[in-house]
């Protein structure tokens, strides 16, 4: 079990996007903590999302937290213009980025968060020597590109170890977990470690949203 408060990240992907304004108004009276912002750029995933326009035009319509994940085969020039466009996050691929430590210190020094995520076949120990450099680490339940897709529970065992070299290392660092969470087997998540959790079509498309934000958090 986490230590860090529960938040919940409802996933704009599963927004539907001809009234984003109303569907993150929404999520965020729901009781949402943060909004997870998936950027895909058809190279590092089979698939392509929304980008810096996007992000440009939401800032203004919410005080979300905007978690901004970037599936893309080359972050570093984008950094400031996702900062520029109102990220508060920006967590980055270990598959992309196998040496990180200058981006993520490029990332603190524009004072936002740093994360470093971890797909479905990486081991888990890739990102161990790192961990001292991040705000949050975030561990895929899913092959990363499309959202719905059903969650896998050996995530669960990569969640555990970070939570034991987290607490090895005697660092203060949340764990995230994102791809196709719900009621159904967020506990199992929070029993694992961890502490933030993303959800998109269990949010966005659910009929009452804050029932569904309760049910993840508790």
């Given at each position: 079990?986490?230590?860090?408060?529960?938040?919940?990240?409802?996933?704009l992907?599963?927004?539907?996007?001809?009234?984003?304004?109303?569907?993150?108004?929404?999520?965020?009276?729901?009781?949402?903590?943060?909004?997870?912002?998936?950027?895909?750029?058809?190279?590092?995933?089979p698939n392509?999302?929304?980008?810096?326009?996007?992000?440009?035009?939401?800032?203004?319509?919410?005080?979300?937290?905007?978690?901004?994940?970037?599936?893309?085969?080359?972050?570093?020039?984008?950094?400031?213009?996702?900062?520029?466009?109102?990220?508060?996050?920006?967590?980055?691929?270990?598959?992309?980025?196998?040496?990180?430590?200058?981006?993520?210190?490029?990332?603190?020094?524009?004072?936002?968060?740093?994360?470093?995520?971890?797909?479905?076949?990486?081991?888990?120990?890739?990102?161990?020597?790192?961990?001292?450099?991040?705000?949050?680490?975030?561990?895929?339940?899913?092959e990363?590109?499309?959202?719905?897709?059903?969650?896998?529970?050996?995530?669960?065992?990569?969640?555990?170890a970070?939570?034991?070299?987290?607490?090895?290392?005697?660092?203060?660092?949340?764990?995230?977990?994102?791809?196709?969470?719900?009621?159904?087997?967020?506990?199992?998540?929070?029993?694992?470690?961890?502490?933030?959790?993303?959800a998109?079509?269990?949010?966005?498309?659910?009929?009452d949203?804050?029932?569904?934000?309760?049910?993840?958090?508790?």
């Amino acid at each position: 079990m986490s230590t860090h408060p529960t938040r919940i990240a409802p996933s704009l992907l599963a927004a539907d996007f001809s009234c984003l304004a109303q569907q993150i108004d929404r999520v965020e009276q729901a009781g949402a903590d943060w909004l997870h912002l998936d950027v895909m750029d058809g190279r590092f995933v089979p698939n392509i999302s929304f980008g810096i326009p996007i992000l440009e035009s939401i800032r203004p319509k919410t005080r979300l937290f905007f978690d901004v994940h970037l599936m893309i085969v080359d972050p570093q020039p984008y950094l400031a213009p996702f900062k520029d466009a109102g990220a508060n996050s920006l967590t980055i691929h270990i598959e992309t980025c196998p040496q990180p430590t200058s981006i993520l210190r490029e990332i603190r020094a524009m004072d936002l968060q740093c994360g470093l995520v971890l797909n479905p076949s990486t081991p888990v120990e890739t990102l161990f020597p790192f961990l001292g450099e991040l705000d949050l680490v975030l561990v895929m339940s899913v092959e990363p590109g499309f959202g719905g897709q059903s969650f896998q529970p050996q995530a669960l065992q990569k969640v555990e170890a970070l939570r034991d070299e987290i607490e090895r290392q005697a660092i203060h660092l949340p764990i995230q977990i994102d791809g196709g969470v719900n009621p159904q087997n967020a506990a199992s998540c929070r029993s694992a470690g961890v502490s933030i959790l993303v959800a998109g079509s269990a949010v966005f498309r659910s009929e009452d949203p804050s029932r569904a934000i309760a049910d993840l958090r508790t």
